[in-house]
């Protein structure tokens, strides 16, 4: 089921003597939507003094910004006037009872709106004030949304600090008023369980504001709504410029950085961004980050040392066209120049250093589980046979010597 953006304030005034007469006024206010959540608000309307209630059954379509009415005498001339409450307000001079205020006003409803209706040159008017209704404290606080990566929108809010515990919003949005109005489909929730954000997705920026409505329900009391008209592109955070390169010659005394703009959903011109650049020598840190700010994708970097070491990024804003004023993402740093080359001589120390620890650990391994015979045995040497044949005769002989036995006599005395 579809909603559709119907907003009718009807008001009827029945008149007690010549004073204020709110008791007799008939309100209702019809504002149809994808799931027909209504939006409660009060009207309360006074009169000049007169004898009579010429001006009755005031009606506001929201959505055709048309003010309409009915007068019991055909005056030739009225006056409409819309204000809010920070005191913007549009005045036009209508033949008939019917006042059409452009469509461009974008005023919020959830701040209260004031009407009036006079007749030139008399004392007849109206004067009626839209409030909304229910719980004080109850709406949503802190809204806000941020457009990035292109076509992605992001919004969130608090909940309000008097809102019971059960409350549960919702929100909607209108990119324009010639399109629905479409619900958030992915929420992001609290602790509770509660909507706090949402994300859209495949958002187009267009020209006109867009208009968002947080709602709320709760079974305690009656939930105050949230609106406000946005200028999509105001919340916009550009992507980084794209293609960022620098090209230096050994020749020239500067090096000439180009780039692309950053891609947006609804701007393609290069001349509706200036661009910021930081440039950091690389050599020397605490030196302060030179910034340029060009209007064009092209740039000569004039003190350009061959000597040193630079990073290099850009950033990017919009400038006279619908694009964000406020600075958008730096792009990924990129390196230029020669500098001192320190990596050679880093990448020789690690080297020895390495040789070094290697052949170290190898020495330690040798000398616990090996030993120098398991690894350079002796070289065997040919046989001697002369020194071997004299070696086994005096062996033999040594061997083969007779043993020699001796006898004992014992002699034995008698005395």
């Known amino acids: 089921m579809r909603r559709v953006f119907q907003e009718k304030v009807s008001l009827s005034l029945f008149r007690e003597g010549n004073m204020f007469d709110t008791l007799g006024l008939i309100c209702m206010i019809w504002w149809y939507m ?6 409660h608000a009060d009207i309360q309307c006074m009169e000049s003094d007169t004898q009579e209630s010429l001006i009755t059954n005031v009606n506001m379509d929201w959505r055709k910004m048309e003010l309409s009415w009915e007068s019991s005498r055909n005056f030739s001339e009225y006056t409409c006037t819309i204000m809010d409450r920070d005191v913007e307000y549009t005045d036009i001079e209508v033949d008939s009872p019917l006042c059409s205020f452009p469509v461009e006003i974008h005023m919020p409803l959830h701040k209260g709106v004031f009407f009036i209706i006079e007749v030139p040159n008399t004392n007849i008017s109206k004067h009626c004030t839209f409030l909304p209704g229910g719980m004080n404290g109850s709406a949503i606080e802190n809204f806000s949304c941020v457009i990035y990566n292109i076509f992605l929108m992001n919004c969130t809010w608090q909940a309000g600090r008097e809102a019971p515990a059960d409350t549960q919003y919702f929100l909607y949005w209108q990119k324009s008023r010639d399109e629905e109005e479409m619900e958030c489909e992915l929420y992001i929730k609290d602790e509770n369980c509660r909507n706090v954000g949402c994300i859209f997705q495949n958002v187009s920026i267009g020209t006109e504001k867009a208009y968002f409505l947080v709602n709320g329900s709760s079974k305690d009391s009656l939930i105050q709504f949230y609106d406000e008209y946005i200028d999509l592109y105001k919340i916009e955070i550009l992507t980084a410029p794209l293609n960022v390169t620098a090209h230096c010659t050994k020749d020239s ?3 000439i950085i180009t780039w692309r ?7 393609e011109e290069a001349k509706c961004f200036q661009y910021e650049i930081s440039i950091q020598n690389k050599d020397e840190p605490k030196e302060e980050k030179k910034l340029h700010r060009v209007r064009n994708d092209r740039y000569e970097f004039q ?3 061959k000597k040193k070491r630079y990073t290099l990024k850009i950033r990017a804003r919009g400038k ?3 694009v964000s004023s406020n600075w958008g993402e730096w792009s990924e740093p990129i390196e230029f120049g020669q500098g001192n080359d320190y990596f050679i001589f880093v990448i020789l120390f690690l080297i020895a250093l390495g040789t070094i620890s290697i052949t170290l650990l190898l020495h330690c391994l040798f000398k616990r589980y090996c030993s120098f015979k398991n690894i350079f045995p002796p070289i065997p040497q ?4 002369f020194n071997a044949l004299t070696d086994a005769v005096i062996q033999t002989e040594y061997v083969n010597l007779p043993t020699k036995s001796h006898t004992e006599e014992i002699t034995t005395l008698e005395g």
């Open 382 to 385: 040919p046989r001697d046979k």
């Open 261 to 267: 703009p950053p891609l947006t959903s609804h701007v």
């Open 303 to 305: 003190n350009y040392n």
């Open 34 to 39: 994808m799931l027909f959540h209504p939006l």
């Open 253 to 255: 005394a500067g090096c």
């Open 320 to 322: 006279h066209c619908l």
